[in-house]
């Protein structure tokens, strides 16, 4: 016999699940981000269904906010890739977050980290040596080129399953 599953756009079929529902391996990562949250963001209770998910972003996007970049940059290499992925959670999230560290001190240079995220998105990272050296030409380095391509990995598994879980 055939089972048929009706599927509503906008219904979720992914569980916001608790630090108490989640699987035991969610939990420790769960609670952490409780804890710096203030809440269980949804995107959070959602992902938490696959711990290595989880586990992988936040790994991920630590290592992220560790990089060379400067928040400024940090964020913008966000905001590009939720842009493109059309994750409206993740744009709210990141143009508040951006809005709160104030003006840039260097737009120009700020605006070449947006052009070389879309670039290495839409060449799948084989952006031509012109535009690489564009980019080293407004004061990045190598090593801000790879941190990019770090921030891009980190927010495109975030926005996609985001989209997938239906948070976005």
């Known amino acids: 016999m055939l089972s048929i599953l009706l599927v509503f756009p906008g219904v979720a079929l992914f569980t916001d699940h608790t630090v108490e529902t989640a699987p035991a391996a969610s939990r420790r990562s769960m ?3 409780a804890a710096a949250w203030g809440h269980l963001p949804q ?4 992902m938490a269904e696959s711990p290595h998910a989880l586990e992988g972003f936040l790994r991920l996007s630590a290592m992220f906010e560790a990089t060379t970049l400067d928040p400024h940059s940090r964020e913008t290499v966000v905001l590009t890739v939720a842009e493109r992925n059309q994750c409206h959670l993740c744009i709210g999230i990141h143009e508040a977050k951006l809005a709160g560290l104030g003006p840039a001190e260097d737009p120009v240079r700020l605006e070449a980290v947006r052009r070389f995220t879309h670039q290495v998105l839409a060449a799948s990272g084989a952006v031509s040596d012109e535009e690489l050296e564009r980019f ?3 004061g990045h380095t190598r090593r801000n080129a ?3 391509v ?5 927010y495109t598994l975030s926005t996609l399953a985001n989209r997938l879980t239906r948070s976005a």
Do not use: H, Q
Request: proline share 0%; glycine share 16%; no cysteine.
């Open 43 to 46: 995107a959070v209770a959602r």
């Open 146 to 148: 790879l941190e990019v």
């Open 31 to 33: 609670e952490s981000v």
């Open 136 to 138: 080293l030409g407004a």
């Open 150 to 154: 770090l921030g891009i990995g980190a």
